[in-house]
Structure formats: C-alpha cells, structure tokens
C-alpha cells in the first residue's frame, strides 16, 4: 500500500519536473532565435556601415595619417572584428 503510494508521488514529482525543464528549455529557445535574429542585423547593419565608409573613403582621404585618418582605420578595425565574430558559425 505505502511503496504504490510513494510510487505514484514519485511519478507526479517527475513530471512536474519534467514540465519544468521543458519550459526553461523553450524559453530558452526563444531566447536564442532572438539572439540569432539580433546577431544578423547586426551584421546586416556593420556590413552596410563598412560599404559605406568605404565608398565615402574611394578616394583614400580619409586613410591618411592624421586624426581622422586613425579614426577611420579603427572604425574599420572594429568592423572587421564584428564580422569575424558574427560569421564564424
């Protein structure tokens, strides 16, 4: 009588905990679809930002060695780094 009690509190236990952990594994989903979503706007976003620079940059006025021209090959740096990181799967 008591062991078919305790099995069936050990069967309920279980699946309360097996409906828990399948809803932190679906939030979790969610949580990484929408990160993905954001990490591929951002690359969409640096990709346009880097064609621009470039395009204002056609005639390499701004790649020269002053203040500006330092700015830019950092900012072009730092887009390089975001596209390496966003890319690599």
């Known amino acids: 009588m008591?062991?078919?009690?305790?099995?069936i509190l050990f069967v309920l236990v279980?699946?309360?905990v097996i409906g828990l952990l399948s809803k932190a594994l679906f939030i979790q989903v969610k949580?990484?679809?929408?990160?993905?979503?954001?990490?591929?706007?951002?690359?969409?976003?640096?990709?346009r930002v880097y064609t621009t620079m470039h395009d204002l940059d056609d005639r390499q006025m701004f790649s020269k060695d002053d203040e500006v021209g330092?700015?830019?090959?950092?900012m072009v740096e730092l887009i390089d780094s975001i596209n390496e990181k966003t890319t690599k799967e």
Do not use: A, C, H, R
């Open 14 to 16: 279980l699946l309360i």
């Open 2 to 7: 008591w062991l078919s009690i305790l099995l």
């Open 31 to 47: 949580k990484n679809e929408i990160y993905t979503q954001w990490i591929v706007d951002l690359q969409n976003k640096v990709d």
């Open 70 to 74: 330092v700015v830019f090959q950092q």
